[in-house]
T-cell receptor, first 113, second 115 residues
């Protein structure tokens, strides 16, 4: 069963506009969420994270929003740049469990010049 | 500060052979994780190790797969008698002790192809 879901396999935006990537989860025991970016033939690169005690975390052009009641988080990238084109993975960690991460299937973002 | 190092980057094996994947964590990191990614899928957790200890192997197949992280040297993921279904990208990640341990840093992966 898919505990972390990224329902949009792909997203295309214009350079300079906002990119919004979405992620839903089913397990209310997740207490920490992360976003990773992945280029082809490379490993995932950590972008930004958020604890379940917060509803927003910002780092430069990247902001993550967490809505616990809806079990939903989103990653906003503004302004989007062509170099942001990659696959973005949402991941979650269980409270009190081992440190293993549960990943979504990813969303491929294309930023057009 | 070197990142997580994995080797080899590409590994080709015939059915029935053994595959050994190596991972050196980032300097100062004592936690190592292995994940597997099939085409068009997300990463799936396999095993979590600290030095000389397996902490969580709930994602690892019970047969043919094993992992270790010895006191000295890299972590090794070993797949015995490989089958075509083992073809995938295998990623290693590491994290430090303490409050930042929830952030895992990944290597570039080993792409295993089984002929």
């Amino acid at each position: 069963d898919q505990q972390v879901k990224q329902n949009s396999p792909s997203l295309s935006v214009q350079e300079g506009r906002i990119s919004i990537l979405n992620c839903d989860y089913t397990n209310s025991m997740f207490d920490y969420f992360l976003w990773y970016k992945k280029y082809p033939a490379e490993g995932p690169t950590f972008l930004i994270s958020i604890s379940s005690i917060k509803d927003k975390n910002e780092d430069g052009r990247f902001t993550v929003f967490l809505n616990k009641s809806a079990k939903h988080l989103s990653l906003h990238i503004v302004p989007s740049q062509p170099g942001d084109s990659a696959v973005y993975f949402c991941a979650a960690k269980l409270q009190g469990g081992s440190e293993k991460l549960v990943f979504g299937k990813g969303t491929k973002l294309t930023v057009n010049p | 500060n070197a990142g997580v190092m994995q080797n080899p980057r590409h590994l080709v094996r015939r059915r029935g052979q053994e595959a050994r994947l190596r991972c050196s964590p980032m300097k100062g990191h004592s936690h190592v994780y292995w994940y597997r990614q099939l085409p068009e899928e997300g990463l799936k957790f396999m095993v979590y190790l600290q030095k000389e200890n397996i902490i969580d192997e709930s994602g690892m197949p019970k047969e043919r797969f094993s992992a270790e992280f010895p006191k000295e040297g890299p972590s090794i993921l070993r797949i015995q008698q490989v089958v075509r279904g083992d073809s995938a990208a295998y990623f290693c990640a590491s994290s430090p002790l303490g409050a930042d341990r929830s952030i895992q840093y990944f290597g570039a992966g080993t792409r295993l192809s089984v002929l």
